[in-house]
T-cell receptor
Framework: DAGVIQSPRHEVTEMGQEVTLRCKPI?????LFWYRQTMMRGLELLIY????????DSGMPEDRFSAKMPNASFSTLKIQPSEPRDSAVYFC?????????????FGPGTRLTVL | DAKTTQPTSMDCAEGRAANLPCNHS???????VYWYRQIHSQGPQYIIH???NNETNEMASLIITEDRKSSTLILPHATLRDTAVYYC?????????????FGEGTQLTVNP
C-alpha cells in the first residue's frame, strides 16, 4: 500500500498567487482530513470529509481557503490569494470507514512557503 | 474532546522504558484515550488507544488509572527512532471518520 500521497512536497510561491495542494487517500478509506501545522498554532484540523461530503469545515481560516473532494481517490486544498501567514506544513490524512477505532493515516505533508 | 495535559519534554536512555504521562481529569465516560506520535518532518502516527482497561500492542502499552483521570504510555525498550512528539488525545467514541484535536504533546528524546 502506497499510503496517503500528497503533492507537491514543497511549494514556494509569492503572495497573491493561487496555491493548490493535492491528496490521494489510501484506497478504501472513506474519510479524509486536511490539517495545518505551524510552530505557533501546532496541528490544526482545517476540514474533513466523509464519503466525499464535507462534514466539518469550521477550521478553515477564511474564504481564501477552499477544499474539494470530487471522488473517493482525490482531494484538493486551494488557497487564493495566498499570504505569508499561510506558510505552514499541510497534512492530509485518511481513515477507513466502519473501522472500530479512529486511526488516521497521515501523508508526508506539503511544506508551503509564501513569500 | 477532553482537555489533556502533558509535560512539554522528557528524556530517556536508549534501551530503557519510556513512561509518558497524561492528565485528562475532565474526560467523560464515553471518551477514549488515544496516543499518536510525530517523528520530525513526518505526519503523525497512531500508536494505541483505550477506554478503561490497560492495552498493549506491538508498539506500546497504555495504562489507564481506575478513575480514568490520567494515563501513561509505556515504550518498553526505547530506541533512538522513538524520538518524537507524543500526543495524548481524549476522543469520544471509537469510530472512524471524526475529528481529533491535537494538543502540544510531549517531546520525547531518546539518548544513546
Amino acid at each position: 500500500d502506497a499510503g496517503v500521497i500528497q503533492s507537491p512536497r514543497h511549494e514556494v510561491t509569492e503572495m497573491g498567487q493561487e496555491v493548490t495542494l493535492r491528496c490521494k487517500p489510501i484506497s478504501g478509506h472513506n474519510s479524509l482530513f486536511w490539517y495545518r501545522q505551524t510552530m505557533m498554532r501546532g496541528l490544526e484540523l482545517l476540514i474533513y470529509f466523509n464519503n466525499n461530503v464535507p462534514i466539518d469545515d469550521s477550521g478553515m481560516p477564511e474564504d481564501r481557503f477552499s477544499a474539494k473532494m470530487p471522488n473517493a481517490s482525490f482531494s484538493t486544498l486551494k488557497i487564493q490569494p495566498s499570504e505569508p501567514r499561510d506558510s505552514a506544513v499541510y497534512f492530509c490524512a485518511s481513515s477507513r470507514g466502519g473501522a472500530t477505532y479512529n486511526e488516521q493515516f497521515f501523508g508526508p505533508g506539503t511544506r508551503l512557503t509564501v513569500l | 474532546d477532553a482537555k489533556t495535559t502533558q509535560p512539554t519534554s522528557m528524556d530517556c536512555a536508549e534501551g530503557r522504558a519510556a513512561n509518558l504521562p497524561c492528565n485528562h481529569s475532565t474526560i467523560s465516560g464515553n471518551e477514549y484515550v488515544y496516543w499518536y506520535r510525530q517523528i520530525h518532518s513526518q505526519g503523525p502516527q497512531y500508536i494505541i488507544h483505550g477506554l478503561k482497561n490497560n492495552e498493549t500492542n506491538e508498539m506500546a502499552s497504555l495504562i489507564i488509572t481506575e478513575d480514568r483521570k490520567s494515563s501513561t504510555l509505556i515504550l518498553p525498550h526505547a530506541t533512538l527512532r522513538d524520538t518524537a512528539v507524543y500526543y495524548c488525545i481524549g476522543h469520544p467514541g471509537e469510530t472512524s471518520g471524526s475529528r481529533l484535536t491535537f494538543g502540544e504533546g510531549t517531546q520525547l528524546t531518546v539518548n544513546p
